[in-house]
């Protein structure tokens, strides 16, 4: 069975960290691209960061540059999102996501979905 399943969301106060983890079963994400997501409520899902499936490039939408570090682990079959920094705008549901392409480029669509985590910044 295909599964992503993410981990590691929770309350923490402005300026403290959460790493999020996607770890995947039925498939290895070694040959994926992977991305994290969030949605908060009454906005649209955006894309937060991704890594690509060769040489594991690294992107980051402007918001997080510089705050949030996407990596991953193939021995463990894990892409984490370590957030440090967190301000009260990035309290949202974060997804991962996961596509079978090739590249140093991350995909505009994603086949994989996790559940989702919450991750929540407030005083």
């Known amino acids: 069975q295909v599964q992503l399943v993410e981990s590691g969301g929770g309350s923490v106060q402005p300026g403290g960290s959460l790493r999020l983890s996607c770890v995947a079963s039925?498939?290895?994400?070694?040959?994926?691209?992977v991305g994290w997501f969030r949605q908060s409520p009454g906005k649209e899902r955006e894309g937060v960061s991704c890594?690509?499936?060769?040489?594991?490039?690294?992107y980051y939408r402007a918001s997080v540059r510089g705050r949030f570090t996407i990596s991953r682990d193939n021995a463990k079959n894990t892409v984490y999102l370590q957030m440090n920094s967190l301000k009260p705008e990035d309290t949202a549901v974060y997804y991962c996501?996961?596509?079978?392409?090739?590249?140093?480029?991350?995909?505009?669509?994603?086949?994989?979905w996790g559940q989702g985590t919450q991750v929540t910044v407030s005083s």
């Open positions: 996501a996961a596509e079978n392409v090739y590249g140093e480029t991350c995909p505009p669509n994603y086949n994989e």
């Open positions: 039925g498939f290895s994400l070694s040959s994926y691209a």
């Open positions: 890594i690509s499936s060769y040489n594991d490039v690294t």
